[in-house]
């Protein structure tokens, strides 16, 4: 009887002209329906007293959240996902693409960063820090429905963290994200229920209590992981559409498994009213294909490869519709010890740096589409000495590791991802090198997407090209998200406690004349171990269709699209 008198009311209410759908009908339904009931005076005379009430409510005053104009311009917007989602899960997702092409519409974060890459309120409206730095409290927008138009709380926010870092859970990223939160440590080993440090002052404030201060803790809450769910979701990893609930623009209507994603906009969405009603995700691995879609106007935009930009740059009917978007993306690889007993020696790693020609690869491969890095993170360039491209070097360092000419080595894999023939065509080149310099054998794996991510995480893949997509822009994060979770740099790094100690350092400050310095120490830790090798950084490059507007980026990929505004008149 409830559920029958909740759904005729709102629809008695919307029915109204003057009274226009928002999440504010919906709360109001929920406390008339709860009173009525409970004070047993379910009559038609209360509903229609209810209804006068409102009526001149809004009458007398301007239309607020109650009066929204009906959108006409509502259309599809159409963009295509170069593999299937790693996961429908913000605790668990590590690729970037799955997150911001597919996961940030639906699931929201207390904070976000913006256009500018400028940390701003998302469920949270407003942010105190106190001055120690070492506590962070939040105060959440009031009336804000989840996808079950359930009212979100800080109950759902304390249950979205310590889901995360849940022992049973193994999310992959929460303790980058974390585990400077009091109580953490304890909570993660299952001797205690709940994290300490995370404390509930209000149904809308929540606090946060680190060990020490951490400058970089505002952009740890904008990663992925630190998404807010209801607290109604599954404590398991989620893996279907029905258990996807969370306060964002956009709900999963359809998955069809490799071929295509649909979403719908969510009614009672508590930000700005979407101008954008369905978003369509064809699953297309074909590069090619992205561009004959393109120019049929089957989708709206995409991104391009090194290997599309210079042909779509030589084809006149769309080359103008080229976009440059700046990155912090950076390519490297890991020579894994773990994988790769050899690696272990310093002086074997040492010579793989000084065999590879990065500018022959950068000519031949490349096409002079990415930015060749002197130094990793953009502020310094003392790597020059240490990344030149020396064969002699490079056969010193082998004979001193007691590998005369390569001899007795075992066969180096080079993996890529299957689905990226870019990544492949680099691994190729770098086996030719490699082979070619140091007579060490060497050949090329590809593997799965999720699984290439699953190996490189645990530092299980000899040599994988990987790319960086920072969740911030703070180079402390940078640095830390690179190298601090690496099984292989905590093995075989003898710097790997000094490297700690300075992340701490610059954790506690923001000025760039205190941190700089730090970061200097570790790129000369990073130059020396040769744990990790840099290739280049890129920007990202789009096509987007002329009559696409207000898409905007920002260093993580493209944000905001429901306020994109879609003028093809043949879109519906």
């Known amino acids: 009887m409830r559920k029958w008198f909740n759904m005729n009311l709102k629809v008695w209410i919307l029915s109204h002209k003057k009274i226009r759908k928002s999440q ?26 209810c209804y006068i009430l409102m009526l001149s409510g809004c009458s007398s005053t301007k239309a607020k959240t109650l009066t929204i ?6 259309k599809t917007l159409k ?6 989602p790693t996961s429908y899960d913000p605790a668990t997702v590590e690729d970037f693409r799955t997150y911001t092409t597919l996961l940030q519409h639906v699931y929201e974060k207390l904070i976000q960063y913006n256009a500018k890459n400028q940390i701003t309120p998302s469920l949270a409206h407003t942010w105190h820090i106190s001055p120690d730095q070492k506590k962070y409290t939040f105060n959440l927008k009031k009336n804000i429905l989840t996808h079950q138009m359930q009212l979100l709380s800080a109950e759902d926010v304390k249950f979205s963290i310590e889901r995360a870092c849940s022992p049973n859970f193994k999310s992959p990223t929460a303790e980058s994200a974390f585990a400077g939160i009091k109580g953490y440590n304890n909570f993660k080993k299952g001797f205690t229920s709940s994290i300490t440090g995370i404390h509930i002052l209000d149904p809308h404030t929540i606090e ?42 956009f709900q999963i209507q359809l998955i069809e498994p490799y071929i295509f994603i649909k979403l719908k906009s969510f ?27 393109f120019k049929a106007k089957e989708i709206d935009f995409c991104e391009l490869s090194p290997d599309d930009v210079k042909s779509v740059s030589e084809d006149s009917s769309i080359n103008h519709l080229i ?8 390519f490297y690889t890991e020579l894994s010890g773990i994988a790769y007993p050899p690696f272990k020696n310093k002086y074997v790693r040492k010579a793989i740096y000084h065999a590879i020609n990065l500018k022959e690869l950068e000519n031949t491969i490349l096409k002079k589409t990415h930015i060749h890095l002197n130094q990793y993170f953009f502020l310094n360039d003392i790597g020059n000495e240490n990344r030149q491209y020396n064969i002699k070097k490079a056969k ?16 180096l894999t080079i993996y890529a991802p299957a689905h990226r023939t870019m990544a492949k065509k680099i691994a190729e080149r770098l086996c030719l090198h490699i082979k070619t310099n140091l007579n060490i054998p060497c050949k090329v794996g590809t593997i799965p997407w999720n699984l290439f991510i699953q190996r490189t995480s645990e530092s299980k893949l000899p040599m994988a090209l990987q790319r960086y997509q920072p969740n911030s822009d703070h180079p402390q994060c940078i640095v830390k998200d690179i190298i601090i979770n690496s099984e292989n740099f905590k093995r075989f790094s003898k710097h790997y406690h000094s490297f700690t100690n300075s992340i701490d350092k610059m954790n506690r400050t923001t000025m760039k004349e205190m941190y700089i310095p730090e970061m200097i120490k570790l790129e000369k830790i990073i130059l020396d171990e040769k744990l990790i090798m840099p290739f280049f950084c890129k920007d990202d490059t789009y096509l987007i269709q002329p009559y696409i507007d207000n898409l905007e980026f920002n260093f993580q990929g493209f ?13 519906i």
């Open 267 to 293: 009614k009672y969405y508590h930000g700005k009213k979407q101008k954008i009603k369905n978003i369509h995700i064809p699953i297309i691995n074909d590069l090619q294909t992205y561009i004959s879609k």
């Open 396 to 411: 010193r360092a082998l004979c001193k590791a007691g590998y005369h000419d390569g001899c007795c080595l075992p066969c």
């Open 559 to 571: 944000i905001n699209i429901s306020q994109v505004i879609n003028n093809n008149e043949n879109t």
């Open 79 to 84: 963009y295509p996902l170069s593999i299937e």
């Open 24 to 49: 504010t009908i919906n709360v109001f339904c929920l406390y008339i329906r709860e009173y009525l009931f409970s004070s047993l005076r379910f009559s038609i005379s209360a509903v229609m007293c």
């Open 69 to 74: 104009t009906k959108n006409k311009t509502k």
């Open 323 to 330: 976009k440059t978007i700046p990155s912090h993306s950076i």
């Open 208 to 249: 946060f209590s680190l060990h020490r201060p951490d400058s970089t803790f505002l952009s740890k809450l904008a990663y992925p992981v630190a998404s807010i769910l209801s607290k109604t979701a599954p404590k398991t990893e989620i893996s279907d559409i029905k258990s996807m609930i969370g306060t964002g623009p």
